[in-house]
């Protein structure tokens, strides 16, 4: 392998699930063909309790656009019954043929709860994904849940310098809570715009969940951060 300074960032957290989301995206990369490595915090350049993924200079732009196009997939499919990975397969399967293209994720994908697969297809696809698994839904293992309210939808924006820790310190509110959450940024540069998004039918929930924490003030983010080992920011309205 060639030595930490030759490669480049093309993913960075600190939250509280930088470990997980680091190892998905190399998965990611590596599935692409692109030769990535992780690195923790006891790499030179990398923050504490951070993880980043890094690649050749050569290779950062494709490696963006791999993890910037997975990050905004919407999910169409979600269970986490004991028969779900056949469930999810069967779906993947269905849109393949309907020459949709649709993606299995588990819980090792960041957005998955434990023991949960779901299947993600791009935006634009969503309505012709659903309408193409409801018409053969009859000949699918078990019951399929295709709903909106899976989708994940965004609950705060941050921008500016500070942007990624405000959005990992809403992380750590949501994390406390039980509520799941991804990060979205279109860039390793802490300088561009972060997202934090939850499920659509939790958003009322998140919600609810930040302004407690912003009226509980800095001694409640304190221990919400403790709980969650993550960092602090403000809703969406």
């Not at 063909?33 to 690649?55: K, M, N, T, W, Y």
């Not at 705060?156 to 809570?177: H, K, N, P, T």
Request: glycine letters at 6%; one cysteine or more; a negative charge.
């Amino acid at each position: 392998m060639a030595e930490n300074d030759e490669f480049v960032t093309a993913f960075r957290s600190a939250d509280f699930h930088a470990k997980k989301e680091a190892a998905w995206v190399q998965s990611v990369l590596a599935n692409a063909g692109i030769a990535a490595q992780v690195f923790d915090d006891s790499a030179p350049g990398v923050l504490s309790g951070a993880f980043e993924v890094r690649v050749a200079p050569g290779q950062l732009e494709e490696a963006e656009r791999l993890i910037e196009t997975r990050e905004k997939l919407v999910t169409v499919f979600e269970s986490a019954d004991g028969d779900a990975l056949d469930q999810a397969n069967w779906v993947r399967d269905r849109l393949a043929s309907a020459c949709i293209a649709a993606e299995v994720f588990d819980d090792s994908a960041p957005g998955v709860p434990s023991e949960a697969f779901q299947v993600r297809v791009p935006p634009e696809q969503r309505e012709e994904a659903e309408r193409a698994v409801e018409a053969g839904k009859d000949g699918a293992p078990g019951d399929l849940d295709l709903s909106h309210d899976l989708d994940m939808v965004p609950v705060f924006i941050a921008e500016g310098a500070d942007s990624e820790m405000c959005a990992m310190g809403i992380r750590s509110v949501l994390d406390a809570q039980g509520i799941p959450s991804v990060l979205v940024s279109s860039s390793p540069y802490p300088s561009l715009p972060f997202e934090v998004r939850v499920p659509k039918e939790r958003i009322e929930e998140a919600r609810k969940a930040i302004a407690e924490a912003e009226e509980a003030g800095p001694l409640a983010a304190e221990e919400a951060e403790l709980e969650s080992e993550a960092g602090g920011g403000a809703p969406m309205p």
